[in-house]
């Protein structure tokens, strides 16, 4: 369905868009950075944070502005009413618990995954994951999975409108050799990360699959490194139990 353009509210489409400013990489916005982010000039940008500061889903200190807790209820309630995170959660935990190790069930989003499920043993990232989480496809394993079960113009794509910034200095930004790794990922049917998110962080993804076949979503383990250790070990480790959850799931999942 077509909305007409006199049948939108543009002023909600743009406080939208300053909301979408805040991220992990931008938990603190000045006017002029969430102007620039959102693509809106500075007075539109200022209506709509202290608006949101009014209103409680946002704090101010006289310069910056921060998200409170309760921009959550804005997308708790949807992931509420999202079959999905009911149905992996307690697969999620018990196999946390089984391997004593941090696992995650996330979607994706244009160029970003979103975290829609977690369970956590110990924190292996400096940011706090949780539901709603949001980090780029391109240079995690999760997204690499997800983006592997789409065509390669679809991939070529979403690479083209990412950023690909370097997170550290094992991150992967070249196109080429993005879609050389995603090749390989749908090959294999997993995807391993070294130290490409933050360093110290390694994880292994592999899909969610429907009955059908088809992919809705990625399941991961992450981990910290062992510097003695090369990152096939992950594989060895943690690929069986995570195929034995992705089979589990795919009888559940529709």
């Known amino acids: 369905m077509t ?22 990489e931008h938990p603190r916005l000045s006017i002029a950075e969430a102007a620039e ?16 500061s009014e209103l409680g889903y946002a704090a101010y200190d006289g310069k910056f502005f921060t998200v409170t807790p309760r921009i959550l209820r804005l997308g708790t309630g949807c992931l509420a009413t999202m079959p999905l995170p009911r149905i992996v959660q307690p697969i999620l935990d018990r196999l946390s618990e089984e391997i004593g190790q941090s696992t995650s069930v996330s979607i994706l989003d244009e160029t970003e995954i979103v975290y829609v499920a977690r369970a956590a043993q110990r924190r292996v990232m400096s940011i706090a994951l949780m539901p709603g989480s949001r980090l780029p496809a391109y240079c995690t394993s999760m997204g690499r999975v997800l983006l592997a079960a789409q065509d390669r113009d679809q991939v070529l794509a979403v690479l083209e409108a990412s950023p690909r910034l370097a997170r550290t200095a094992h991150t992967i930004t070249d196109i080429d050799a993005l879609m050389a790794e ?12 070294d130290q490409e998110v933050e360093i110290g962080l390694r994880s292994i993804a592999v899909p969610l699959k429907t009955v059908r076949g088809q992919t809705v ?3 991961n ?18 690929l069986a139990p ?8 795919a009888r559940m999942l529709v």
């Open 37 to 52: 982010i959102a693509g809106l000039d500075r007075a539109t940008t200022r209506r709509c944070l202290l608006t949101l």
């Open 3 to 24: 909305v007409k353009e006199r049948d939108m509210m543009g002023g909600l489409a743009k406080g939208l868009r300053v909301i979408e400013a805040f991220s992990a």
């Open 217 to 219: 979503a990625a399941l």
């Open 182 to 193: 995603i090749d390989e990922t749908r090959s294999r049917g997993y995807a391993l990360i």
């Open 221 to 238: 383990v992450g981990l910290a490194a062992v510097t003695a250790e090369p990152v096939s070990a992950l594989a060895e480790r943690y």
């Open 242 to 249: 995570l195929l034995a959850v992705q089979k589990e799931l």
